[in-house]
């Protein structure tokens, strides 16, 4: 779920910024060798050096030169989201790579992440890798069919999962919806960029109270939702419609599935990178889950999604970039050790019980491997 996260652990903090910063560059040169297109955000502003750009590959080099952690959205003349780059830090730049068919785009900065903000508008033209980053490469369009069909199968997993913890809700059923919630969010988090190009889906299923404006808390549904009913006021009595509503909501998801088309570059490659950063922003710090301090069940569901995609991009990226396979083998089997150490179960220890030094730990991992996974999509687009 998109939200501006203040990390309150000022080590946290230190660390997610150097994650962020470490994607960036010099502002020339992306990280194939490649001129970057320079984009220049501030909380009010989004300057974009090359309104003309070639159909295909292209690195953007967004520099966040605001007071405010911002997020760089590349938007279909229907103003859907092609890709995004979310969680640029004030101070930081990052290289955020694309593919772009020929067409009319427009480019948005959105200072606080708001999905809303000043745009640019670009014209891309030419023959470049329209419709895929695969360039005829088989394994790639492999790839991407084999992970909407791993998306398929998570959506079906939340859906049957989601209606076990919809029907303890109904039922008013504490204890067991408790034990059900966090089950029911895993193959959700698995799949989130996903889920997020349905923009009209994700806020109403998974936002939360801490990211909502007064208007928006009146029309507020959800996980978040039944979740702080469960664990601050102990009782879902009267909450039955917005158990039926997640599930009419995850099923209007399932039913747009079949026309899904996944880009290899802006959504696995880009969606693995922006699975990490859901980790470094909210699940790291204790804000994903608030009332419950279920966060490393999402936190393992974000790092088996990214791993999912990497594994399926492996065989491209090993051949490519040989060096960077090793690092994000590396790097995946720490995240994994670590989080194992705090297994309970068949689900994970409360977070709340995770102290600021272990806090550190793991964020320290996920920074390690937010380096070299922030590399994948230029692997990839190579």
Known sequence: MRAVSVLALSGVAAVSMSLLAACGGDGKDD?????????????????????????????FKVTNKGSKVNEFEVLKPDGKILAERENIGPGTNVDFVVNLPAGTYKLLCSAGQTGKGPTQDVTVSG???AGGAAGGDQRLTKAAADYKAYVITNVDDTIAKARLFADAVKKNDVAK????????????????????????????????????????????????????????DGSVKGKEKYADQLLQDLGTLKSRLPGLTLDP?????????ELLDEVATGKVTGEEEAFSHTDLVDFKANVDGAKKIYELLKPVVAEKDAALAGDLDENFAAVEALLNKYEKGDGYVSYDKVGKDDRKKLADAVNALGEPLSKLAGAVSR
């Open 31 to 59: 990280a194939s060798g490649g001129k970057a297109i320079a984009v220049t955000a501030t909380d009010d502003s989004c300057e974009v050096a090359k309104k003309d750009l070639p159909a295909g590959k292209n690195t």
């Open 127 to 129: 023959g470049g890798a």
């Open 177 to 232: 919806a408790k034990e059900l919630y966090a089950p029911s969010r895993v193959g959700w988090e698995t799949i989130e960029p996903v889920a997020e190009k349905f923009g009209d889906l994700d806020p109403k299923v998974d936002a939360r109270e801490a990211d909502l404006t007064a208007e928006e808390k009146a029309n507020w549904s959800g996980w978040h939702l039944l979740e702080k009913a469960l664990w601050k």
């Open 265 to 273: 570059v802006n959504d696995m490659a880009g969606g693995a990178k």
